[in-house]
């Protein structure tokens, strides 16, 4: 990748179209949309703007910084500077809009952001529309899967690298960096974006050995130490790679804003058996419910059928986490964000449909370590697709 790669006309053109449908469905006059990832998805740009998408007719992004930027990359035909929010109801009211009712992303909007707005739109009814949104998000054109492709087709290079970074004696940390840089120098933006409040992100996960047990906040199997406790406390930290301790390197890869997911583990030397059994089990685990993979199919079902399994293995005390710590999921949708829609969890009644991309992770944690497989599959009209393809297995260096 050596160039821009801009979201083309036809992309943002169907996807304006597919939400003034629920814009409809819902009975609202527009939505007003600011978060940057659907920003980016609805007009093709990520500066700083209001994109207002009516029940019917052509949206109008109104630009505050940068609108030389927001021109070359959006194909909105109606793109607008404009320095103060509080202009906003002026001008969609001089364009002939009625907002007695107005959709807003509520769900990541602080309070005193919506404050504000109810009081420029004093006249307006807000509601969120944040949902449904999301739902139309889950179902990725051939163009967001090719994009999604690419991104693993990069994190498959890095995973390929690793055997030439580790050495004994080097820490987390400094492993981290290496293949952090692997994907940077690939075209990774440097941003992975989650939509949980206060569920912060950097890039991704190296644990060896024992570290691979220490807990967090983070809403995953894994935590890991991190560097302090003061921002990011997971993920990699100081601890030194040994002989013999699993290394267990989880990454997410975004390239042109599409977020691959994936994980495989390392080992200098030779792993114990324990670690080695429950590596079998987790690719039995993601074998089996791979499979099971079709529209139609309860995404609850597919936690269920894992947790099935690892109980039948007799692992179900280090399954997804250790104890209080571990997390009833086995799988999330990948896209813009990487936690998106579909989740596969225990009460999740989503049916599973065509377009769908996400990544599955079967885990488990033991004392000694974490150690487990993750890969990134889109549901296309051809069936499940997997596009993580380093190899399975514990790579022995």
């Known amino acids: 990748m050596t160039h821009m790669l801009y979201t083309p006309k036809s ?11 629920i814009i409809a469905q819902l009975g609202l006059d527009g939505a007003l949309i600011v978060h940057h990832t659907n920003l980016f998805y609805l007009s093709g740009t990520s500066q700083s703007c209001h994109l207002f998408i ?10 505050r910084k940068s609108y030389s930027r927001a021109l070359q990359e959006s194909p909105i035909e109606q793109i607008l500077e404009v320095k103060s929010l509080k202009m906003i109801p002026e001008i969609l009211k001089e364009k ?71 050495r004994v004696g080097m820490t987390e940390i400094e492993l981290a960096s290496l293949f952090e840089a692997g994907m940077r120098r690939r075209g990774y933006g440097g941003c992975s974006k989650m939509r949980a409040f206060n569920q912060d992100f950097f890039l991704g996960n190296v644990t060896a050995g024992a570290s691979g047990a220490v807990p ?6 894994v935590s890991g130490s991190g560097l302090t406790p003061a921002n990011n406390p997971h993920g990699a930290g100081w601890k030194i790679i040994d002989p013999g301790e699993i290394i267990y390197i989880d990454y997410t890869c975004v390239v042109n804003g599409y977020t691959a997911d994936g994980a495989r583990m390392f080992v200098i030397g030779e792993v114990s058996e324990r670690l080695q059994q429950a590596h079998a089990a987790s690719l039995k685990i993601l074998e089996a419910i791979a499979a099971m ?48 829609y579909p989740i596969f969890a225990k009460g999740v009644k989503m049916p599973l449909a065509i377009g769908m991309t996400f990544a ?38």
């Open 96 to 166: 002939g809009f009625d907002l007695a009712t107005l959709g807003l992303e509520l769900d990541v909007i602080p309070y005193n952001t919506w404050q504000f707005y109810q009081k420029i739109f004093k006249d307006s009814k807000l509601t969120d529309i944040s949902d449904p949104l999301k739902k139309i998000r889950m179902i990725k054109s051939a163009y967001e899967i090719d994009l999604l492709q690419g991104a693993c087709a990069v994190l498959d290079k890095v995973f390929a690298d690793v055997p030439a970074m580790v």
């Open 54 to 63: 009516p029940r019917s007719g052509k949206p109008i992004l109104m630009v």
């Open 360 to 397: 599955l992770e079967p885990k488990f944690v033991f004392p000694e370590g974490a150690v487990g497989i993750e890969n990134t599959y889109a549901l296309t009209a051809d069936g499940v697709q997997v596009l993580t393809r380093a190899p399975l297995g514990i790579t022995k260096i």
């Open 11 to 21: 992309e943002v053109d169907a996807r304006i179209q597919a939400f003034q449908e």
């Open 216 to 221: 967090s906040y983070f809403d995953g199997p």
């Open 293 to 340: 993979i079709k529209p139609g199919v309860i995404c609850e079902d597919i936690y269920l059928k894992s947790a099935e399994l690892a109980e039948q293995m007799g692992l179900q005390d280090h399954f997804m986490g250790m104890g209080s710590d571990g997390v009833r999921f086995i799988g999330h949708g990948v896209g813009l964000e990487l936690d998106e």
